[in-house]
């Protein structure tokens, strides 16, 4: 089962600027200041906290400090995400939920993942690859394509013991 797969090189982040672009273009887009990247590591962090804030990203009550660890937590998933090989496709049955609204600056998932693409039947949700991870009506979409895919898939004589 594979969710909306994503590529490694659209979430790799060589440093702390780097990772605050990244989730300004997020589930919940942020417009960084023009001179963003002029701007000392800590300013940066003040105004996308800031901003992250106004957005309501983030509690009110996050402070300086809780925010940095916030981000060195994202920043070391992050890295697990992007050092992740696919690895090859095995023949066992496999379902690809697509997010309709997945975002056009992303590498296609036939970059990385053509090997299970192959092998997969594939459903797609009308919602982008955000909402159809964190928003209730669209996570149970996906659980509904999931559960009709299981039902129908152990049921196929090559499937069952």
Not at 11 to 40: I, K, M, S, V
Not at 121 to 141: F, G, K, L, T, Y
Request: net charge negative; hydrophobic share 40%.
């Amino acid at each position: 089962m594979l969710i909306d797969p994503v590529c490694r090189q659209d979430f790799c982040c060589e440093n702390r600027a780097a990772l605050l672009r990244l989730l300004a273009e997020g589930q919940t887009p942020l417009a960084l200041p023009e001179h963003f990247d002029q701007q000392t590591p800590d300013s940066q962090l003040a105004d996308f906290i800031s901003l992250a804030k106004t957005a309501g990203m983030v509690s009110q009550n996050l402070t300086l400090q809780a925010a940095e660890t916030w981000l060195d937590n994202i920043a070391h998933l992050l890295r697990l995400l992007t050092e992740h090989t696919p690895g090859e496709s095995v023949p066992v049955p496999c379902l690809m939920v697509y997010a309709a609204g997945r975002p056009s600056r992303w590498t296609p998932a036939e970059t990385e993942w053509q090997g299970w693409i192959n092998n997969a039947d594939d459903a797609v949700i009308e919602a982008s690859h955000w909402q159809i991870m964190m928003e209730a009506p669209h996570v149970q979409a996906c659980a509904q394509h999931i559960t009709r895919w299981l039902c129908a898939t152990s049921t196929q004589p090559e499937n069952t013991l």
